[in-house]
């Protein structure tokens, strides 16, 4: 059978592990989070939203310190650019070429914990410290002639081997073969 690039389009999310964000960040990621968790509960806690809205509501209301949303939006950043560039260098070998799609933090999305929860303040707390990087990304490989559902199966495994010890957690969402 003749070779054949395969072509893949990849959603997965990451973590990066805290002590390598730790170590690449000016500020600290969890003091960071936790100022801003607190800043947030006290907002709601005067204002009873009833649920907690994405920073962007609190940007545009003036109430959040802009330097914590700065800080924020950095680590963010720095979190996105770890997570690409290491998903870039460990799937290289596999992988003829990669282009990403889309790398986001889900930061300023809306936080998925509501005020009344028992453990609002923790959840806040996880959302913020935007350690987690979701990627979507077109990925090209040579392979012999196969069914989809082989060559997808046969990326995840292989993506799943070169990444799985790089990230404090790692899941791949969707593998689809595209033509």
Excluded at 21 to 42: C, F, G, K, T, Y
Excluded at 81 to 91: D, I, P
Excluded at 93 to 111: D, M
Excluded at 130 to 150: G, Y
Aim: one cysteine or more; hydrophobic letters at 40%.
């Amino acid at each position: 059978m003749p070779a054949l690039v395969n072509k893949l389009v990849v959603t997965l999310t990451v973590e990066i592990p805290h002590e390598a964000l730790e170590s690449q960040s000016p500020v600290s990621a969890v003091v960071i989070a936790d100022q801003l968790a607190e800043e947030v509960m006290a907002y709601e806690r005067e204002h009873h939203l009833g649920y907690f809205p994405a920073l962007d509501y609190y940007q545009q209301q003036e109430v959040i310190d802009s330097d914590l949303i700065n800080a924020l939006q950095g680590i963010s950043w720095l979190s996105c650019s770890m997570a690409q560039e290491e998903v870039k260098t460990r799937l290289r070998p596999v992988f003829s070429a990669i282009k990403f799609e889309s790398v986001q933090s889900p930061v300023n999305n809306l936080p998925s914990v509501r005020p009344n929860s028992h453990n609002a303040m923790q959840g806040l707390i996880e959302h913020y410290i935007a350690d987690k990087v979701k990627l979507t990304f077109t990925a090209s490989m040579i392979r012999k002639a196969e069914d989809n559902e082989t060559t997808e199966a046969y990326a995840r495994h292989v993506i799943g081997k070169w990444l799985r010890d790089h990230f404090a957690s790692f899941e791949i969402k969707a593998i689809k073969k595209v033509d």
